[in-house]
């Protein structure tokens, strides 16, 4: 309290020296002098600038979950009612997505009240954008789920020639499938993903948001069933 105060005092001192006319190097003098005097008023000053910062970022991260959630145009896999939320930012020819993929099925196979939202970020190159727009463009078929886990379970890279064999193999539409791909709905899917998954701070995939958490990178089936218990706790 004695700090603020003393704040308080120095703002106060300045405005009545401005009304006196000292000059801008009296006042920084005279301020300067009463900060040496006492020094613990710099770092809580930085402090509370910090505090801001983060109370800022939080506002701003919670706003994004929200959007994230409320999305209509965003697969959604799991329990469409589920209590908890997990979002991921992934793309088909991460290798890190790969495993991470296994782990949010041993998730949803334990855990039949959690609802997973896929945010398709192919930040790996052409090949990958391709994938992110043929799963995209299933989901007018009613395949957006089979084939993405026939991409996220597959042997090596994800290729255009690949990708259209699966797609084949299960049954869709190629020609519908081509046309779909290129999309006003597909194009804005990507491009939100990357502004949304930068607006957070994420750099790479996978990257997760449990509830109100964020956590970029790879996550144990231990670490993401402990962010869904604590989303879910906190609630």
């Given amino acids: 309290m004695r700090i603020i105060l003393l704040a308080v005092a120095i703002l106060s001192f ?3 020296a401005t009304a006196q006319q000292l000059t801008d190097q009296q006042i ?25 910062e983060k109370d800022r970022a ?16 965003s697969p959604n896999l799991g329990n469409p009612t589920g209590d908890v939320t997990v979002v991921e930012f992934f793309d ?22 959690v609802r997973v939202i896929y945010r ?7 090949d990958s954008v391709y994938a992110a727009r043929a799963a ?29 064999k ?5 049954g869709l539409d190629i020609a519908k499938l081509q046309v779909d791909m290129n999309s006003p709905a597909v194009e804005a899917h990507i491009a939100e993903s990357s502004a949304l998954a930068r607006s957070l701070g994420f750099t790479g995939t996978p990257a997760f948001i449990v509830g109100d958490l964020t ?14 218990a604590e989303a879910r706790a906190a609630k």
Avoid: F
């Avoid at 088909?92 to 009240?113: F, H, I």
């Avoid at 956590?215 to 869904?228: H, K, Q, R, T, W």
């Fill in 14 to 16: 300045a405005q009545i």
């Fill in 28 to 52: 920084k003098k005279l301020a300067l002098e009463a900060i040496l005097e006492n020094p613990e008023i710099v770092m809580q000053a930085v402090a509370i600038i910090q505090q801001r």
């Fill in 58 to 73: 939080a506002s701003g991260a919670n706003t994004v979950r929200l959007q994230l959630e409320q999305d209509p145009d």
């Fill in 92 to 113: 088909y020819n991460c290798p890190y997505c790969r495993k991470a993929g296994k782990t949010v099925q041993a998730l949803m196979a334990s855990d039949e009240n």
């Fill in 120 to 126: 398709e970020w192919p930040i790996l190159g052409e």
């Fill in 136 to 164: 995209l463009a299933a989901r007018t078929q009613d395949k957006y789920e089979e084939l993405h886990w026939a991409l996220m379970n597959g042997e090596g890279r994800a290729t255009e020639a690949s990708i259209l």
């Fill in 166 to 170: 699966i797609a084949r193999d299960l």
């Fill in 215 to 228: 956590a970029p990178g790879m996550l144990s089936v231990d670490e993401i069933a402990a962010m869904v």
